[in-house]
Nanobody, 124 residues
Framework: QVQLVESGGGLVQAGGSLRLSCAAS????????MAWFRQAPGKEREFVAA????????NYADSVKGRFTISRDNAKNTVYLQMNSLKPEDTAVYYC????WGTGSRVHTLYDYWGQGTQVTVSS
């Protein structure tokens, strides 16, 4: 069983920054593919960014490329999402997800474990 706990969400003005954290349990964290997804009210869950287990394959949604950076600290069992130049359309609940096969896919149905989510609200 893997537990994921997100933190770092909040309210920020457009153009501002936030850093989300996701702390994971599990002794083989370094082998997990890790991702961030988001879901705005009335919309489907949307891929944001992901790592393969080796970190050699990093994916970003086009809408966040150049503004968001995903990173991981295997020693701390933590994955981060640094979000810069935030826009009102980035407002959503952000979820951390773990893929035990380590693929770092964009497809949310391939992820095995999910956190509870953290709210990010960007005001204009």
């Amino acid at each position: 069983q893997v537990q994921l706990v997100e933190s770092g969400g909040g309210l920020v003005q457009a153009g501002g920054s936030l850093r989300l954290s996701c702390a994971a349990s599990g002794r083989t964290f370094s082998r997990y593919g890790m991702a961030w997804f988001r879901q705005a009210p009335g919309k489907e869950r949307e891929f944001v960014a992901a790592f393969s287990w080796a970190g050699s394959n990093t994916n970003y949604a086009d809408s966040v490329k150049g503004r968001f950076t995903i990173s991981r600290d295997n020693a701390k069992n933590t994955v981060y999402l640094q979000m810069n130049s935030l826009k009102p359309e980035d407002t959503a609940v952000y979820y951390c997800a773990a893929d035990l096969w380590g693929t770092g896919s964009r497809v949310h149905t391939l992820y095995d474990y999910w956190g509870q989510g953290t709210q990010v609200t960007v005001s204009s």
